[in-house]
């Protein structure tokens, strides 16, 4: 089984600041991870994901997670963040067998930009 | 391009009455469907799934159940709501573990 835990439940930052929000994972198998953003009172939006090869995956809105095996992590960063990007972000992970594709997410972590 | 229909938005309900919530997925065949509840300020609880019509997995005993009578529906009912089944559910879908999910945007249940 696979576990995933999120660092810090609240990180506040100031506008343009930069920001990183930690996930480790815990797994006896090989994994792919993901990153899900969720602004309030709406579902969950993929913000990127790593399957394989290079350990550092752009994805939307300007964010990037670096994959570390040794470390078991993938954080997320932005060099520069802004007040749109106030929301709840979660990690998950799912593993090559799977069964029925399913992810364990994380409790989340709750980004508050301030200006 | 593949969708996914969530309805109603809320939901307020009295204690004791029945619940049906539906989702629908358009632009794909056979996902993987799944229903989650998000509690207030907490992490995500996965309910039940289904990687097929008729087929349902559940992951933890509740007052709730589900149905897939269809390939792109999934439906989560109640016969007697409680309070404790107050939240925001989300239903979602993926081809396979390296897809992602990709949600709904969820219906928020008061239970009173």
């Known amino acids: 089984a696979q576990s995933v835990t999120q660092l810090d439940s609240q990180v506040p930052v100031f506008e343009e600041a930069p920001v990183e929000l930690r996930c480790n994972y815990s797994s006896s198998v090989s994994v792919y991870l993901f990153w899900y953003v969720q602004y309030p009172n709406q579902g969950l939006q993929l913000l990127l994901k790593y399957l394989s090869g290079s350990t550092l995956v752009k994805g939307i809105n300007g964010f990037e997670a670096e994959f570390n095996k040794s470390q078991t992590s993938f954080h997320l960063r932005k060099p520069s963040v802004h007040i749109s990007d106030t929301a709840e972000y979660f990690c998950a992970v799912s593993t090559y067998n799977t069964n029925a594709g399913k992810s364990t997410f994380g409790d989340g972590t709750t980004l508050t930009v301030k200006p | 391009s593949q969708t996914i229909h969530q309805w109603p938005a809320t939901l307020v309900q009295p204690v004791g009455s029945p619940l049906s919530l539906e989702c629908t997925v358009e632009g794909t065949s056979n996902p993987n469907l799944y229903w989650y509840r998000q509690a207030a300020g907490r992490g995500l609880q996965l309910l039940f799934y289904?990687?097929?019509?008729?087929?349902i997995s559940s992951e933890v005993p509740q007052n709730l159940s589900a149905s897939r009578p269809q390939d792109r529906q999934f439906i989560l009912s109640s016969k007697k709501l409680l309070l404790s089944d107050s939240g925001f559910y989300l239903c979602?879908?993926?081809?396979?573990?390296?897809?992602?999910?990709?949600f709904g945007s969820g219906t928020r249940l008061t239970v009173v």
């Open positions: 289904s990687v097929g019509i008729g087929q």
């Open positions: 979602a879908w993926s081809v396979h573990g390296a897809s992602g999910y990709t």
